[in-house]
C-alpha cells in the first residue's frame, strides 16, 4: 500500500481550511517528494491553500486555477521538491473520492479528502488514482516527522461516515 507521510501541522491547516470554507469545498495544493525506499510514498512538505474557482456547486465541486497550479510548480522547483498531490474537502459526505472526482484526477499524485460534518472535520483519507483511471487506491497516512501512524478519525466519527455511506 503506498503511503502519505504529512506532519501533524500541515494536516491541521488542512482541517482548518476545510472548516473554514465549509460548507463549500476547499482545496490546495501538496509539496513535497514521492519516494520509493521502504515502499511506496509520498512527503508532503508544503501544504498550499488554494480558493475554489468553481462558479456553482462549490458545496460538492472544486476548480483550482491552471495559473495556480503552476505558481505551485514553480515555487516547488525553486526548492528542488514537486507537487505530489491536491486535498479538498467533502461538505457532508464521506472522505472517500467521487465519480467527478475520478474523472477530474490524475494517476500518480496523491489526493487528501476531508470529510466535513457541520463545519468540523470527521475523517481525513489519502487516494491514489490507478494508472488506468478505472478506480482509487486508498493511501496510508502517516505522521511525516516522526513516522508513526497517527489516528485521523475517531472511532465514533468514524462509525458515522460509515453509516452515511
Given at each position: ?137 486508498e493511501e496510508a497516512v502517516f505522521d511525516g516527522e516522526a513516522s508513526v501512524g497517527i489516528s485521523v478519525e475517531s472511532p465514533e466519527k468514524a462509525e458515522r461516515s460509515r453509516r452515511a455511506s
Amino acid at each position: 500500500m503506498s503511503r502519505v507521510l504529512i506532519s501533524p501541522r500541515h494536516l491541521n491547516a488542512i482541517h482548518r481550511h476545510a472548516a473554514m470554507t465549509y460548507p463549500e469545498e476547499c482545496c490546495g495544493i501538496l509539496i513535497g517528494k514521492t519516494f520509493r525506499e521502504g515502499g511506496e510514498g509520498t512527503r508532503v512538505e508544503r501544504v498550499l491553500s488554494a480558493h475554489n474557482a468553481r462558479g456553482d456547486r462549490r458545496q460538492d465541486r472544486y476548480l483550482i486555477e491552471p495559473q495556480t497550479i503552476l505558481a505551485a510548480h514553480r515555487e516547488a522547483q525553486a526548492v528542488d521538491l514537486d507537487v505530489v498531490g491536491y486535498y479538498h474537502s467533502h461538505p457532508d459526505h464521506p472522505a472517500r473520492p467521487s465519480e467527478t472526482d475520478r474523472e477530474f484526477a490524475w494517476p500518480g499524485v496523491s489526493y487528501i479528502i476531508v470529510s466535513v460534518e457541520g463545519g468540523e472535520p470527521v475523517a481525513t483519507r489519502s487516494w491514489r488514482l490507478s494508472d488506468d483511471r478505472s478506480r482509487f487506491f486508498e493511501e496510508a497516512v502517516f505522521d511525516g516527522e516522526a513516522s508513526v501512524g497517527i489516528s485521523v478519525e475517531s472511532p465514533e466519527k468514524a462509525e458515522r461516515s460509515r453509516r452515511a455511506s
